[in-house]
């Protein structure tokens, strides 16, 4: 079976680790804050804050930006579920916009639409014609390792006071050209606050784990607290000031994020080679459209991700790869059709067309650092035979 993804562990990683449980200090130790200093150098922010999972992140990064019962938060519905689901552990609601069909991410002339359509602007706050609801914030999702137009996105935010929560997690070490500031910025670094992940198929992993980076003294220091039981900095051990949580990052996970930050400029030129190949020994064929790259981004490889043309069964092209021994997966099924969010919302097909059209379509294939150029050929091969066989023949004269 050639796996879909696979972390790069090496025996930095294992050296880091052992040197952690030899010290005896497993959690609460210096190995966290000496894996944020790295990150916060890599990302170029003021203040980065391990936490146990980028789930953890995002949902300290919405209680950061003071998201409120009730509240609408306008995000993509072509992501990771949890992207959304955070914003319903507040009791907020995910307002949804469709995305660009090349990108793939919110589309900030959407956005600018859905706001002008069904918001009024009160007294310095977006409120929702129908309900009253209280427009509070904007999420974008930099989906597979390519940064939103944030340009367009942050015009929107300055217009109406919003903060932007990026999730970045699926975007580490990608970059923007901003062309009002005329210059390439980090993913993460644009909006209030971007978090990020390291479950093992994302660029870094540390198993399970997150960072969230800002500029902000007043977020960082809140989130400080809150993944450590709303206690403050400087305060007594069994006091705490804010409903926290337990979302630290423990001394082991920190130990794998320290090397792999180590090594993190090779992890990324090794993921750039694969999907350089793959886009060569891809481009003969007809019925494959590649990943696009829009003009101000610099993707930072996390998937790599293929469309197939219409009048292919994409199902059953996905079962052949499978019978293959190649393991595909379709990314994503869009977050308004899983089963809770159509049971809770009422929402249907058509709602999200571009997103809906372009979910039927996708296949995520095998990627990670060490695949090889013969794996990849036995791939693509496979990927051939499949369309051959799975092309509709209506047009064959009868
Ligand atoms: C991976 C991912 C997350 C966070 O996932 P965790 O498993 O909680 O670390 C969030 N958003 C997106 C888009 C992701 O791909």
């Known amino acids: 079976m050639i796996q879909l993804s696979k972390p790069d562990i090496g025996e930095l990683e294992r050296e880091e680790v052992l040197k952690v ?32 999972s980028g789930t953890c992140g995002l949902h300290l990064a919405v209680r950061a930006a003071g998201i409120k019962q ?19 552990y507040e009791k907020a609601v995910p307002i949804f916009v469709d995305i660009d069909s090349q990108t793939l991410n919110i589309s900030p002339e959407k956005i600018k639409a859905k706001i002008q359509s069904e918001y009024d602007w009160k007294n310095k706050l977006l409120i929702h014609k129908k309900t009253g609801a209280h427009l509070s914030a904007l999420l974008p999702v930099h989906i597979f390792g390519q940064v939103c137009d944030m340009d367009g996105i942050m015009e929107i935010a300055c217009e109406y006071n919003l903060p932007v929560i990026e999730d970045a997690c699926e975007a580490l070490g990608a970059e923007y050209f901003s062309r009002k500031k005329n210059k390439w910025l980090n993913s993460g670094t644009v909006g209030e606050v971007g978090v990020f992940a390291f479950y093992p198929n994302k660029q870094i992993t540390t198993g399970e784990g997150g960072m969230i980076i800002t500029d902000r003294e007043d977020y960082a220091e809140a989130i400080d607290s809150m993944r450590n039981q709303g206690r403050s900095k400087d305060g007594v051990w069994l006091t705490h000031e804010r409903l926290g949580y337990n979302y630290r ?13 180590k090594r993190i400029k090779n992890i990324l030129i090794k993921r750039q080679e694969v999907a350089e190949r793959y886009k060569q020994m891809l481009s003969g064929i007809d019925e494959v459209e590649f990943p696009y790259t829009a003009s101000y981004s610099r993707i930072s490889w996390f998937v790599y991700v293929i469309k197939i043309k219409n009048g292919i069964n994409r199902n059953a092209m996905m079962d052949g790869l499978i019978k293959d021994g190649i393991q595909v997966r379709p990314y994503f099924t869009p977050i308004h059709l899983q089963p809770f969010y159509r049971e809770m919302f009422g929402y249907k097909e058509g709602l999200f067309p571009v997103a809906e059209k372009i979910s039927d379509r996708t296949i995520a294939i095998p990627f990670h650092t060490t695949l090889s150029e013969k794996e990849q050929k036995i791939i693509v091969n496979s990927l051939k035979q499949q369309i051959q066989k799975h092309k509709s023949h209506n047009h064959i004269a009868v």
């Not at 200090?25 to 003021?46: M, S, V, W």
């Not at 995000?75 to 319903?88: E, G, H, I, K, Q």
């Open 21 to 52: 449980l030899d010290s005896g200090i497993i959690a609460l130790g210096p190995k966290y804050q000496e894996f944020e200093k790295l990150f916060r150098e890599f990302a170029g922010a003021e203040h980065a804050l391990a936490v146990c």
């Open 70 to 88: 009730g509240d609408h938060v306008i995000t993509s519905p072509f992501s990771f579920v949890t992207s959304a689901n955070v914003m319903l």
């Open 249 to 261: 990052m423990d001394e082991l996970s920190a130990a794998i994020g320290i090397a792999q930050m």
